[in-house]
């Protein structure tokens, strides 16, 4: 039963886990919170190694360490939490009386020679490779850890092991985060993620020189002090539109395609920046008969009658509108049309 008198501290043990990105840092708090929670004389971290059963001590002197190592196997608390299921914290005192423990090894050659009285430990970190845990001591004659002083380090150490393992994930994407700009700058696109408000929270260098060239915009690199994205680009957002092809100076073409980066509304988007080929090089990507289909699309005809101008079937007419899709990059007639009238209207090479 944790007592009124232990909440408080444990409550602030709780928050302040949870505001950690640091694995070590959640293990230096457990380590200051449970000597608070329990006060000892020496709070010891304890890795054990589960293949190999080896364990490792820190904060400790070498006789000591040579010594434990030499009778780990017996220390009944710490292999406590080897197994499968296991309270979060344990008394030593649990699993053998005073009298049992002064006629074992561990005792005489450990614990005896370095005054250590009374052990608890509590559950850190175990995964299928590791335990880790802290031992509390307590020396000369001092009195046993309670009840009250285990079940409260047990109710906080599943939380340790949570926040661990969230300070573990935020770190890996962390180091995923700062091979963004290597891994980016050397993709042939332009790489650009921004919130869905418009600003921007990284663009590559190409992405920067591109969003310059199209849109008058110097850009910069970096972390979300980055200015907002042109105004062309913010207008694909609301609603999302995953694709469209912007003309630039020469009738050079540029695809931005789009894609949301989480299921929120507000997350942040991934926008791809790609050029095509210019308007001129864009006659030679469709057949005449592509451009011919597209043509009477842009003039308002149906399928069929597109196939009585032609002399086509309906369905070969349709065939050759996905083929324009394809190459256009778009989805739909209206779509395909527009892009038409983009490219007519910024080059001055007939369609």
């Excluded at 092991?161 to 700009?181: C, D, M, S, V």
Aim: proline share 6%; aromatic share 6%.
């Amino acid at each position: 039963m944790v007592s009124g008198k232990a909440l408080r501290p444990l409550s602030d043990f709780l928050h302040d886990l949870y505001r950690l990105q640091d694995p070590a840092e959640v293990l230096q708090t457990a380590d200051r919170y449970a000597s608070r929670l329990a006060p000892c004389d020496l709070a010891v971290p304890a890795l054990t190694d589960r293949p190999s059963g080896s364990v490792v001590l820190e904060g400790v002197s070498r006789d000591y360490l040579e010594s434990y190592r030499r009778h780990a196997g017996e220390d009944l608390s710490r292999l406590a939490h080897l197994q499968q299921r296991h309270r979060g914290a344990v008394r030593l005192s649990e699993f053998v009386s005073r009298r049992e423990l002064e006629r074992t090894a561990i005792w005489n050659e450990v614990m005896r020679p370095h005054r250590i009285r009374h052990v608890m430990t509590m559950c850190l970190l175990e995964n299928a490779r590791i335990v880790a845990v802290l031992k509390l001591i307590r020396s000369g004659s001092g009195r046993d850890f309670s009840i009250a002083e285990r079940d409260v380090l047990a109710l906080a150490a599943p939380h340790v092991r949570q926040a661990y393992a969230n300070a573990e994930a935020i770190a890996g994407l962390t180091r995923e985060a700062r091979r963004l700009p290597e891994v980016a700058d050397r993709l042939p696109v332009g790489v650009l993620i921004a919130k869905a408000s418009g600003q921007v929270v990284y663009q590559s260098r190409l992405a920067e020189a591109w969003c310059e060239r199209f849109f008058g915009r110097p850009g910069r690199r970096g972390p979300a002090v980055a200015p907002g994205l042109p105004e062309p680009l913010r207008r694909l957002f609301h609603p999302v539109r995953p694709h469209a092809t912007f003309v630039g100076p020469g009738g050079v073409l540029l695809t931005a395609r789009v894609a949301r980066l989480g299921e929120s509304a507000r997350g942040e988007l991934l926008v791809v920046l790609e050029p095509g080929s210019s308007a001129s090089a864009l006659n030679d990507r469709l057949s005449a008969r592509e451009r011919e289909v597209l043509r009477w699309v842009a003039e308002g005809k149906t399928n069929p009658e597109i196939g009585v101008i032609l002399g086509i079937s309906p369905r070969t007419v349709q065939t050759h509108l996905e083929h324009v899709y394809g190459k256009l990059g778009v989805v739909s007639r209206a779509q395909a049309v527009a892009e038409l009238a983009k490219i007519q209207s910024r080059s001055e090479v007939p369609f």
